[in-house]
């Protein structure tokens, strides 16, 4: 079946703009997650779904970051007032939410802030 | 913190010679424990994982790893390299009581020349 889909695949920004990055999760994953893999931080968790439940937003960098998820399905990663820091390539994963699992990652937006 | 170290950032190998790439992981309780492959321009993928029974797990391509909770380690082994298997390569945690997000290591970017 289809993985873990994202876009925009890239996304150049300029400083000060809001942007927004779509993850559409494997169909029936109920888990879905957002990282970020920067040249400097390596790969760190943002934010975490799992079904209905209030979003575990611990990794969130700001209050600039923010994330949302429509229908248990659909999420979108928003970035408000970017800054030249926050490029990075900003990664999706799913899993199924039943417990001990594995996550499925997407191919990644790559985000630039000029 | 709890916190997730690969030891080599860079390795260059000659194809046929053996592979062992080092993880260790900062936290005393049940964990979960991955390695995930970046091909070239390609997303994560799942190479291996561990969750309880046989510390000694087999994954795709030849690959396994060996969980020594004392060490608390998970380095991964492969007898033999092949040109194909040059990638960046994560070792990832999750660790039970910081929910179920993974924490990365820094990767290591293996070479294989032919």
Redesign the interface.
Known sequence: GAGVSQSPSNKVTEKGKDVELRCDPISGHT?L?W?RQSLGQ????LI?F?GNSAP?K??LPSDRFSAERTGGSVSTLTIQRTQQEDSAVY?C?S?AGTG?E???????TRLLVL | AQSVSQHNHHVILSEAASLELGCNYSYGGTV?L?W?VQYPG?????LL?Y??GDPLVKGIKGFEAEFIKSKFSFNLRKPSVQWSDTAEY?C?VNMGNA?????????TRLMVKP
């Not at chain 1, 390596?42 to 968790?45: N, P, S, V």
């Not at chain 1, 594995?102 to 990644?108: A, E, L, N, R, S």
């Not at chain 2, 929910?99 to 990767?107: D, K, P």
């Open positions: 888990a997650y990282y390596g790969l760190e968790f975490y799992q575990d611990s990794g990664l994963a899993s001990q594995t996550q499925y990652f997407g191919p990644g | 979960n991955f995930y390609q997303h994560l993928q799942l994982k969750f309880s994560f990832a929910g179920n997000m993974l924490t990365f290591g820094g990767g």
